[in-house]
């Protein structure tokens, strides 16, 4: 299996005729926490994958979504793979949207790992 069927097991087969960002893009603003697991295990990935214009409105929702998410293991996988790729967001989505969920996600988790890696 080669990197890029890495994200077809999902069920859904290679599509060739449609874009990654149309095809698969628009599942990170509905995929249930399991999928948004693997998403986040994937995020390198994926973000070959993603058109720079298109991370700010698909893959950061997802980021967004991982550190509200219920599940301790999200919020520290998504926690361990912000700083890989934040020189690819804008100052003012960092400054106005990611620091607050990442403070929220601190203050709201019973996880001391979560606490001590902010």
């Known amino acids: 299996m080669t990197k890029e069927h ?3 097991g999902f069920g859904l087969p290679p599509h060739q005729d449609l ?3 149309v ?3 628009p599942m990170l603003l509905q995929a249930s926490n399991m999928i948004l697991l693997i998403f986040l295990q ?3 990935l994926l973000l070959t994958k993603t058109p720079s214009e298109d991370i700010k409105n698909s893959v950061l929702p997802m980021v967004y979504r991982a550190l509200e998410a219920p599940s301790v293991q999200i919020q520290e996988l ?6 890989t790729f934040a ?3 804008d100052y003012p ?13 601190c203050l709201q ?3 001391l790992a979560i606490k001590r890696r902010m």
């Open 19 to 21: 874009s990654f960002s």
């Open 42 to 44: 994937k995020m390198d």
């Open 78 to 83: 998504c926690l361990n793979i912000i700083p």
């Open 93 to 105: 989505s960092i400054k106005n949207s990611l620091i607050p969920r990442v403070k929220s996600a």
């Open 6 to 8: 890495a994200l077809f």
């Open 23 to 25: 095809f698969f893009l």
């Open 109 to 111: 988790t019973p996880s």
């Open 87 to 89: 020189n690819l967001i």
